[in-house]
């Protein structure tokens, strides 16, 4: 067990040793959610894209033909199969294409017997546009074409968009859960607001003064918070502490967190120490 990998116990007992056994002794417990959807609860989504937009089945051997931006995150969710074979056989997705550019995606996980977990992403720009359900109401017909009886959705229970997508398409909350993590339990930074951010960063700057490896992930959740001068603060205690920080790199992530809606008031290079 590495000291940044995430458990998820599987009865009360372990739940209780995690916190003592982990390398991370400050890892801490978030819920997630457990849906399925059988086709008795299975409700259809009718097909109405704005005009420009297309569904589509992954046909992965034919996408690597094209040049469409976004297929790099359907290329790597679907290598979790093994093979374009493999993926072919009992993998099960659908994208949304607007124009050149792959603005919403659904994908099988894994499967086991007749039971198999699908999950979406769609791009930051494209949400509320009722993209998510329509291609999620696909795969999950695909699902069902290829023989399987239940299909599961797995998500982080303040992944409220997640949850809203899978209830529309008729999934049923099965159960919650426990789950521990040394980062923030998100699937989109828009999980968590300012504040969630904020306290997450909070936390983690009280566990480092005894853990030094959480300084870095601390600061990354104070910039996220748009918190300037806490993140000031973080950094000035990581130089006291003799712990490098690639000021590069962070402006560099620092510019993509900007591209998805958050830390405004950061703006590279005017607010470093």
């Known amino acids: ?25 400050y890892i801490r417990e978030y819920t997630r959610h457990r849906y399925i959807v059988t086709r008795e609860t299975f409700t259809p989504i009718e097909l109405s894209l704005p005009e420009a937009y ?12 094209k040049s469409y931006k976004n297929a790099d995150k359907i290329y790597k969710w679907a290598a979790e199969w093994g093979s374009d074979e493999h993926f072919a056989i009992a993998g099960c997705g659908c994208y949304i294409r607007h124009q050149d550019k792959i ?23 494209y949400r509320k546009m009722g993209l998510a359900k ?7 017909q695909q699902c069902w ?9 797995l998500c982080v229970s303040t992944n409220r968009g997640s949850r809203a997508v899978a209830e529309r398409v008729g999934f049923k909350l099965a159960d919650t859960y426990p789950s521990f993590t040394s980062y ?9 607001n300012d504040d969630g951010w904020y306290e997450w960063g909070a936390y983690l700057q009280q566990a480092s003064q005894k853990e ?8 990354h959740c104070y910039v996220k918070a ?14 006291k502490a003799e712990i490098e920080c690639d000021l590069e790199e962070l402006n560099g992530a620092i510019a993509y967190y900007r591209s998805e809606g958050l830390c405004s008031a950061f703006k590279a290079p005017e607010w470093t120490i």
């Open 1 to 25: 067990m590495g000291f940044w990998d995430q458990v998820t116990p599987d009865n009360e007992e372990w739940r209780l040793k995690i916190p003592e056994v982990h390398p991370n002794k």
């Open 54 to 65: 297309v569904l589509e089945k992954i046909d992965l051997p034919e996408l690597r033909k």
């Open 103 to 125: 603005v919403s995606w659904s994908l099988s996980d894994c499967y086991n017997a007749d039971q198999v977990a699908i999950g979406i992403q769609t791009a930051r720009s």
């Open 134 to 140: 329509q291609v999620v109401s696909a795969v999950v």
């Open 145 to 153: 074409d290829k023989g399987y009886g239940s299909i599961e959705w």
């Open 184 to 192: 923030a339990p998100i699937e989109n930074f828009a999980d968590l």
């Open 212 to 219: 030094p490896r959480l300084y870095l992930e601390c600061l």
């Open 226 to 239: 748009n918190a300037v001068e806490k993140a000031q603060e973080i950094m000035r205690e990581m130089t």
